[in-house]
């Protein structure tokens, strides 16, 4: 579930960044040749440590906080994001808010989206679809499952923990669903990393992101994207004005 090649030119095509003096929330790798001068900001030194590729000419990662941005009014070209408005939903209008006092009068700001459907699935159909022979991956499993949890919460938020007791519960039997689905169970064992996690995740559907967005932005445009699994739930929102 990473950004595709594909996702990463919406974003660059969106805000025409060349020349462009670009904020990225988060520390996502594929963004960060984009712009003449790009700043990351990531509230993880660990993170920042471990993800990100390295500071150099064009770009550097600073350690900060999304809803407090260490910038003056007016300072950026563009702001882009992979996932960023869903690592803290319940502040979402704050990050808004701030993207949208750093960004220049003229600024764009663009950020793919990972949206819950509108009507929410029943972990029991997203059982029966994988047994079936669903063509997705593991990390499109893993969402799909953390969506159907948020749909129930307030402000769509579910604690990652929760997604691998329900993993658990619809696949028992790890072998299985390995001989099912070809997927290493090495990898399946990934999710055990969730288990004793203390951070959320909020999946909030497309119309209650653009609602948000919206409040801040006079501007927006939702590009579908493509080629993955999952990748209709997983547009690219630009914004501006």
């Not at 600073?62 to 690592?87: C, E, K, M, V, Y």
């Amino acid at each position: 579930m990473r950004p595709s090649a594909s996702d990463v030119a919406n974003l660059g095509r969106s805000i025409a960044h060349e020349g462009k003096r670009i904020l990225l929330l988060g520390v996502t790798p594929e963004l960060s040749a984009l712009g003449s001068e790009l700043v990351a900001v990531d509230n993880s030194p660990l993170m920042i440590e471990r993800v990100w590729p390295g500071d150099g000419p064009k770009r550097r990662a600073i350690f900060g906080d999304w809803t407090d941005l260490p910038f003056a009014a007016a300072t950026f070209d563009a702001a882009i994001g992979d996932a960023s408005l869903n690592a803290a939903p319940e502040l979402v209008d704050e990050v808004l808010g701030e993207v949208k006092r750093v960004l220049l009068p003229e600024g764009k700001a663009a950020f793919r989206l990972f949206c819950a459907p509108e009507e929410p699935e029943t972990l029991e159909w997203i059982a029966h679809e994988v047994r079936a022979g669903w063509k997705g991956n593991l990390h499109a499993l893993k969402w799909r499952i953390a969506m159907n949890l948020a749909a129930a919460r307030p402000r769509a938020m579910v604690p990652v923990e929760e997604i691998l007791v329900a993993f658990n519960g619809m696949f028992p039997d790890r072998a299985r669903l390995a001989a099912q689905t070809g997927w290493l169970q090495d990898d399946i064992a990934t999710l055990d990393a969730y288990a004793g996690a203390q951070h959320s995740l909020g999946f909030p559907t497309l119309r209650a992101l653009l609602e948000a967005i919206g409040r801040h932005f006079l501007e927006v445009c939702v590009v579908p994207s493509s080629g993955y699994p999952l990748a209709e739930r997983c547009p690219t929102v630009i914004c501006g004005g």
